[in-house]
């Protein structure tokens, strides 16, 4: 069979990702899946940048950032260790951690996020993320379906390659935050929270560039 023909140009590729299978001990994954759980009534509907909600494009709920969790220092610290080994195999700058954000998304029945990025030159908040990293969890059996993480070739256009990447429970997905992606839509016949599609957003930021 002759061999695929390679992208002609950079931006015909799909941006690098790396995996980290069982990225928390059992219990540690147990015990954010019980809190996690016990917070159904905390979560709201996701928004999009500027706080706006606009649901033909993203489809969700989170938790708002302020809602305590005991789970958070010790899952910044595993990101935090990880990120030499993240740089290395996303072919990205070398940059010292200036921060690392969190937050708890659900997906449920018809649930998605249309192709995006995770940066925004505009929003202070956006523009240093360098990371992007994507933690999955759910109960067992699993409940839905669907759900992929689809990484996208830079340049858009009709037949442009894609890679995507299955919500593996205990397994978080690291890539460039400026690379493109979107959640494909999930399936969830029970509607039931403890069904859901549970993860974990984490973007490591470089410092903010001197003027």
């Known amino acids: 069979m002759a061999a695929a023909s390679p992208p002609s140009s950079p931006l015909d590729r799909v941006a690098p990702f790396v995996l980290y299978p069982d ?10 899946l019980d809190w996690t759980l016990e917070q159904e009534t905390a979560f709201r ?4 940048v500027g706080g706006t909600v606009r649901t ?7 938790l708002p950032v302020d809602v305590p969790g005991p789970w958070k ?10 990120v030499p080994t ?6 990205v700058q070398p940059f010292v951690i200036d921060m690392i954000e969190l937050n708890v998304v659900r997906h449920n029945h018809g649930d998605f996020y249309r192709r995006h990025i995770d940066t925004a030159i505009r929003n202070e908040n956006r ?41 593996r429970q205990n397994q978080l997905v690291a890539f460039p935050s400026w690379a493109p992606h979107e959640v494909m839509p999930i399936t969830c016949p029970s509607g039931r929270f403890a069904d859901s599609r549970f993860s974990i957003n984490c973007w490591i930021h470089r410092p903010v560039p001197a003027q």
């Open 45 to 48: 509907v996701s928004r999009l």
């Open 23 to 32: 990225f928390l001990p059992t219990d540690e994954h147990r015990a954010l």
């Open 56 to 62: 033909t494009i993203r489809s969700s709920q989170r």
């Open 127 to 167: 523009r240093t993320r360098t990371i992007s990293a994507v933690y999955y969890f759910h109960t067992e059996p699993q409940g839905f379906a669907g759900g992929a993480l689809r990484l996208h070739a830079f340049a858009r256009g009709e037949g442009r390659a894609f890679t995507d990447i299955a919500p």
């Open 73 to 82: 220092a010790s899952f910044e610290a595993r990101a935090r260790a990880l």
């Open 86 to 91: 993240m740089i290395e195999a996303l072919a």
